[in-house]
């Protein structure tokens, strides 16, 4: 199963990006995601863009349990950008 981290620590501002970035891009083409093999939570995080501090731009960090499910995980958000 999927679970997200939507508190970034850098304000409310930044955590409302987070969720918003979630509910758009996210959410509704991960729904029902889960990895059969591992049978573990998979966590997206929302951090600031490290090469722009300040800039208000939010990037996911994906805790997967395999590199197999994070591909797949990739690979149906590349499919839904198409």
Excluded at 47 to 75: K, L, M, N, T, W
């Amino acid at each position: 199963m999927i679970k997200y981290n939507t508190r970034t620590g850098l304000g409310s501002a930044m955590d409302e990006k987070a969720r918003n970035k979630r509910d758009v891009f996210y959410k509704p083409y991960l729904t029902g995601m889960k990895c059969k093999t591992c049978r573990v939570d998979t966590v997206i995080s929302f951090i600031q863009h490290p090469g722009y501090a300040g800039s208000g731009s939010i990037d996911p960090v994906y805790d997967c349990c395999c590199p197999e499910f994070e591909r797949a995980i990739r690979a149906r958000l590349t499919s839904a950008i198409r």
